[in-house]
């Protein structure tokens, strides 16, 4: 049996790219599998201390999903600034919490912009049916399918206060979970066999409670910058969740309960 140069020109391309995912795959079960070195684990807690509240069943969880961010994510420093192990490491730890044990994956993360400090950016404001353009002061931003861009002081900052309420990594990677269905809008895709309705609810009754408080002048828990929409409440209650656990739980029980659920975690019960 003779083949046309065509079909075995077909057979020969359909097998470089099976041939070629199975060697992805195969690397990505090895970077899974790869722990940090001793001197990384040492720079890592320095850096991000809330990973010594993790359970131990999870940091060779951590350890191995670092690695695989680090091997996929290329980090280009702005402003003249040198990108060193320490950002790199850092960064990545913070953006794996939220997918330690979770099948959920940054696949379209292959950027990290890093900025030393604050950075402008243009923002339009709409005033009726004109829109108008103004300078606007960030610690970082996400961009549906990446970039992501931070700042680095206040990067560096949000992994050592592990309980200050602030951490712009943890919020500018829970928008890209956000992202992943297609839309964001506070609604990431759920964990399986989450209830839609439990969650919609969870969470606009939560963020309602959150408008009331801010309105009649009271404090919050979650950040009041969790007011501007419901994607900037999902990312706020996000950071709330891994940095003031016990506090969320209390106030917020069913919000706490969902976010448990989405990032099979229970921080609450760290030690």
């Keep these: 049996m003779t083949y046309s140069p065509f079909l075995l020109a077909a057979l020969l391309v359909v097998g470089a790219l099976l041939l070629r995912r199975v060697l992805r795959q195969r690397k990505r079960e090895r970077l899974l599998a790869t722990p940090l070195t001793p001197d990384q684990r040492v720079m890592l807690e320095k850096l991000v201390p809330m990973v010594r509240q993790l359970p131990q069943s999870l940091r060779p969880k951590l350890e191995g999903k670092i690695n695989l961010f680090l091997d996929q994510v290329t ?43 604050a950075f402008y950016t243009r923002r339009p404001t709409h005033d009726g049916f004109v829109v108008h353009e103004s300078d606007a002061t960030m610690a970082g931003e996400s961009w549906t399918r990446g970039p992501i861009v ?27 979970l956000d992202s992943l269905t297609g839309h964001t809008n ?43 929409n419901h994607q900037e409440f999902f990312a706020e209650a996000t950071v709330a969740f891994f940095e003031k656990p016990r506090a969320l739980r209390r106030d917020e029980p069913a919000l706490y309960a969902e976010l448990a659920e989405l990032f099979a975690l229970d921080p609450a019960e760290w030690n």
């Design 75 to 117: 980090f280009h420093g702005n402003r003249g600034l040198e990108v060193k192990e320490e950002m790199r490491l850092s960064i990545a730890a913070q953006a794996c919490l939220l997918v330690v044990n979770s099948s959920v994956w940054y696949e379209t993360i292959r950027t990290v912009l890093i900025y030393p400090a």
């Design 186 to 228: 506070g609604i990431p895709i759920l964990r399986k066999g989450q209830d839609y309705r439990g969650w919609e609810k969870s969470m606009l009754d939560a963020y309602h409670s959150h408008l009331e408080r801010l309105e009649s002048g009271q404090g919050t828990l979650i950040n009041p910058y969790g007011a501007t």
């Design 150 to 176: 931070l700042s680095w002081d206040h990067a560096l900052q949000g992994g050592l206060n592990p309980d200050d309420g602030h951490n712009v990594v943890i919020h500018e990677f829970a928008h890209q």
